[in-house]
């Protein structure tokens, strides 16, 4: 029997918005620019998930670089330049959200800005008002838990009250370690294949690749009308 829910958190890039292959590539290009060749895998392994000055110290932890303040200002510009042309909401995500019968939200690593144009361009804003929660509001970032327990608290919601549909490992371990119940999305472009890992789950309770299978596993957590 599914443990009662008041409450779903939702990560943003790869799971509401098909961004992380986007970024990835991006990262990788900019990087080189700086003479830091990494690969995507690389960057999935490491990076998937992460805030960007947690991506800062690895990048000066591997290859004893920092990088300077007008390094990040480049990628930001070629990122949103790039999510202008070609980011996408996930498919079925908002008939998800709209036919939820419990409240939801949105905790995400990105800034605020980047969360607000990505919302933006994929017109999910309207769904997000008073119901976001980035990392810039935690003293740490994911695989700790602070970003989902400042989530629920927000809502006046019990961690152990909360499902958390994330698509990384480090999402997937900050919401356990915040005592949620944790569904994996293995849906977005940057995941493709990953069903057939025997890691898959990372640890998460349940594991779908289309949000069309969401009501499905929990039927719960739909609004019937009633």
């Known amino acids: 029997m599914n443990q009662p829910i008041d409450l779903v958190i939702f990560d943003c890039d790869g799971v509401l918005i098909d961004s992380e292959v986007i970024s990835a590539r991006m990262l990788v290009a900019e990087l080189a620019t700086r003479n830091v060749h990494i690969t995507m895998d690389y960057v999935a392994h490491h990076f998937l998930g992460r805030s960007y000055p ?3 110290q690895q990048i000066r932890k591997e290859f004893g670089v920092d990088l300077p ?3 990040e200002t ?3 510009a070629s990122l949103l330049s790039a999510f202008e042309a070609e980011l996408r909401p996930i498919d079925g995500v908002r008939e998800v959200i709209e036919n939820l019968g419990v409240d939801y939200c949105l905790a995400t690593s990105s800034s605020p800005p980047r969360l ?3 919302l933006e361009i994929t017109g999910l804003t309207d769904l997000f008002a008073r119901r976001t929660t980035t990392a810039s509001e935690v003293a740490h970032g994911k695989p700790a838990p602070d970003l989902f327990l400042l989530a629920a608290e927000k809502h006046g919601v019990a961690p152990e009250r909360c499902l958390v549909i994330e698509d990384s490992e480090n ?3 900050a919401g356990l370690a915040a005592g949620m119940e944790v569904y994996r999305f293995i849906g977005g472009s940057h995941l493709s294949g990953l069903l057939n890992s025997a890691t898959a789950t990372a640890g998460a309770a349940q594991l779908f690749a289309s949000f069309g299978e969401f009501f499905q596993l929990r039927p ?3 609004n019937n009308g009633n």
């Open 54 to 56: 947690v991506v800062l």
């Open 69 to 71: 303040p007008e390094f």
């Open 74 to 76: 480049a990628y930001r």
């Open 116 to 118: 607000a144009r990505s």
């Open 171 to 173: 999402g997937i371990k």
């Open 220 to 222: 719960d957590l739909k």
